[in-house]
């Protein structure tokens, strides 16, 4: 038998937090038959709900989940961790502006940046889900040098299986039929959803969407915004932000990272720029990539059209304007 990995989730009295540890505990994130010990962290006042988040997952009586930490001691929540799921943040609330939701977010960040270099397993590989997810993970990077840059990541999966999920709408075939879409850039709503490579599979063979869609005005605007718009609209059907949906992305994005990609299929992340398609190195920026043996690598030699290359760099560049407030908050 396997030997349990160690999976940190923190906000994990949260409401993603509550779709995601279970989903985890059954073998979603790491497979079947990975046995998983979950450590889950959150603050001081949300203590006595994550230990009812504990009581539930000791009498869902998973079979492969060995053992659970709750905990509000950082150190504590990063002992040992190989994967880390970084879920804890300060939701934007009513009145609060951008500066305000990026300084109590990255000083966060940057606590927790040093907490995981000093105690989480050698290798760990980080996903940062809360909001700003990209600029949070760029400071968890800037601040725990000893962990390797192409470690840390942040989640753009769900808005790339809400671009899979439209165009299988749109087309009435079945999502698993649709891939390789892209989402490019930061996960806020400049990101650039990008189905100029994306296929769909018939009796036939691969045919690209764009043919079978048949109608690039809906595709290079309803379809863009819809994607971008899509957590909005979740909120004002839910009266809150999308959750079981943003846990199974997080799922599926540390699955593919760890287990690999399929063969011919691609799917997004926000990874560390190496540079590549001009995006200015360093910067945490969503691009399509393959996995294998626990690595992620950028797709590379994509066409760019003028169109797609004036989102991407628009993205960018709101991704530089996030960088130097979130420096600016932390002096
Ligand atoms: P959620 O579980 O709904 O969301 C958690 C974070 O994920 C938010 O930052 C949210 O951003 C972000 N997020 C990223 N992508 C998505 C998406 N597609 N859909 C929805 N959310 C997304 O928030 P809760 O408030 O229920 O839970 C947060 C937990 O974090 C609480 O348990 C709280 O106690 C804890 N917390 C921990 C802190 C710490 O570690 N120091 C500090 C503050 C809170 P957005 O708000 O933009 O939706």
């Known amino acids: 038998a396997k030997n349990p990995m160690r999976v940190l989730v923190t906000g994990a009295a949260g409401q993603i937090g509550y779709a995601l540890v279970p989903m985890i505990a059954r073998g979603v994130m790491l497979g079947p038959d990975q046995p998983v010990i979950l450590h889950m962290l959150d603050i001081e006042p949300a203590a006595e709900a994550l230990n009812g988040v504990k009581m539930e997952l000791v009498d869902a009586a998973f079979p492969l989940l060995k053992g659970v930490v709750a905990t509000s ?6 002992k040992d961790v190989n994967i880390a799921v970084m879920v804890g943040g300060f939701p934007r609330k009513e009145g609060m502006e951008r500066k305000d939701v990026m300084s109590k977010n990255v000083s966060i960040y940057k606590a927790q940046a040093s907490a995981l270099e000093k105690h989480a397993a050698p290798n760990c590989k980080v996903l940062v889900v809360a909001n700003p997810a990209n600029t949070n993970a760029l400071i968890l990077k800037e601040f725990a040098p000893s962990i390797p840059e192409k470690n840390i990541t942040c989640l753009t999966r769900l808005d790339h299986n809400r671009a899979l999920g439209q165009i299988s709408e749109r087309l009435k075939v079945h999502v698993s039929d649709v891939k390789n879409a892209i989402i490019w850039g930061n996960h806020s709503s400049t990101q650039y959803p990008d189905v100029n490579h994306a296929t769909v599979a018939s009796n036939s063979g691969e045919k690209p969407v764009r043919e079978i869609v048949a109608d690039d005005n809906w595709l290079n ?8 718009q899509r957590g909005a609209a979740i909120i004002k059907a839910r009266k809150l932000s999308s959750a079981l949906s943003a846990a199974s992305s997080a ?3 540390i699955r593919d990272w760890v287990l690999g990609t399929p063969k011919g299929t691609w799917v997004s992340m926000g990874v560390h720029s190496d540079g590549s398609y001009g995006i200015q190195k360093g910067l945490i920026y969503s691009f399509p990539v393959t996995c294998e043996n626990g690595e992620w690598s950028i797709v590379q030699g994509l066409k760019i059209d ?15 304007e996030e960088k130097s407030l979130a420096y600016s908050c932390l002096n």
């Open 73 to 78: 001691d950082v150190v504590e929540a990063c």
């Open 221 to 228: 605007s309803e379809f863009i915004t819809t994607v971008q």
């Open 251 to 253: 799922c599926d994005h």
């Open 306 to 320: 003028e169109f797609s290359r004036a989102k991407m760099d628009a993205t960018a560049k709101e991704l530089v």
